[in-house]
C-alpha cells in the first residue's frame, strides 16, 4: 500500500458526459501528479499541483482539467467524454523536494466510455 | 525530446534463470531514474530511484545500476511472484514530469 488513495475505483459513463476522479497524497507529500495510462500509449503524464498551485503540465486536453485543495486532496475532471478518453487513470504523490522526487502511486481509476 | 526506450519488450523465464532488462534514455540534465513493478490492473509500485552514474541498488533478488546512457534491472533467480510489467521512468533537470518508458513484461514458469 503507497499510502496514495484514489476514488472511484471503477467508472462506466457515457460520451459527452463528465467525471470527477478524486486523489489523496500520501501524508506530508505536498505534490500531487495525474498519469493516464492506455494500452497504446503507456503512461502520459498530465498534470502536477504542488501545494495548491499548478507546477507543470503534460500532455493534458483543454476537456480536462484539475485542481489541488487547501488539505492537499486532488481531483481530476473530465468532460466531454470520448470514447478514447478510456483509459486508467493514476495519481501520483511526492514530498515536492530535491532528492525527494520519488512519485508513489495510487491503484488508479479505471474509466470506460461507451 | 526526452526519451526512455526498454527491451526486451517481453522476457520469459523460467524459474531461477536470472536476467537483466535494460531502460536507454537520452536526457539532458538527469535528476533521477527510477524502476516501478506494475501488475496488470494496479498502480506503479516503486522499487528504486537512482541519481548518478556508478550507482546501484538492491532489493531481494531485484539490482539496478546507472550508468550515463542506461540503467539495468537485474533479476537473480526470479520466482513466478516476480512476474510484472517492469517500468523505467527518468526525471530530468529543469522539468517536473516523469518520463516513462513502455515497460518490459516479465513471466516467469515455475
Known amino acids: 500500500d503507497s499510502g496514495v488513495t484514489q476514488t472511484p475505483k471503477h467508472l462506466i459513463t457515457a460520451t459527452g458526459q463528465r467525471v470527477t476522479l478524486r486523489c489523496s497524497p500520501r501524508s506530508g507529500d505536498l505534490s500531487v501528479y495525474w498519469y493516464q495510462q492506455s494500452l497504446d500509449q503507456g503512461l502520459q503524464f498530465l498534470i502536477q499541483?504542488?501545494?495548491?498551485?499548478?507546477?507543470a503540465k503534460g500532455n493534458i486536453l483543454e476537456r480536462f482539467s484539475a485542481q489541488q485543495f487547501p488539505d492537499l486532496h486532488s481531483e481530476l475532471n473530465l468532460s466531454s467524454l470520448e470514447l478514447g478518453d478510456s483509459a486508467l487513470y493514476f495519481c501520483a504523490s511526492s514530498v515536492g523536494a530535491p532528492h525527494q522526487e520519488t512519485q508513489y502511486f495510487g491503484p488508479g481509476t479505471r474509466l470506460l466510455v461507451l | 525530446e526526452d526519451q526512455v526506450t526498454q527491451s526486451p519488450e517481453a522476457l520469459r523465464l523460467q524459474e531461477g534463470e536470472s536476467s537483466s532488462l535494460n531502460c536507454s534514455y537520452t536526457?539532458?540534465?538527469?535528476?533521477?531514474l527510477f524502476w516501478y513493478r506494475q501488475d496488470p490492473g494496479k498502480g506503479p509500485e516503486f522499487l528504486f530511484t537512482?541519481?548518478?552514474a556508478g550507482e546501484e541498488k538492491e532489493k531481494e533478488r531485484l539490482k539496478a545500476t546507472l550508468t550515463k546512457k542506461e540503467s539495468f534491472l537485474h533479476i537473480t533467480a526470479p520466482k513466478p511472484e516476480d512476474s510484472a510489467t517492469y517500468l523505467c521512468?527518468?526525471?530530468?533537470?529543469?522539468?517536473?514530469?516523469?518520463?516513462f518508458g513502455k515497460g518490459t513484461k516479465l513471466t516467469v514458469n515455475p
Open positions: 499541483y504542488y501545494n495548491g498551485e499548478e507546477r
Open positions: 536526457v539532458s540534465g538527469l535528476r533521477g
Open positions: 537512482l541519481y548518478s
Open positions: 521512468a527518468v526525471h530530468q533537470g529543469g522539468s517536473e514530469k516523469l518520463v
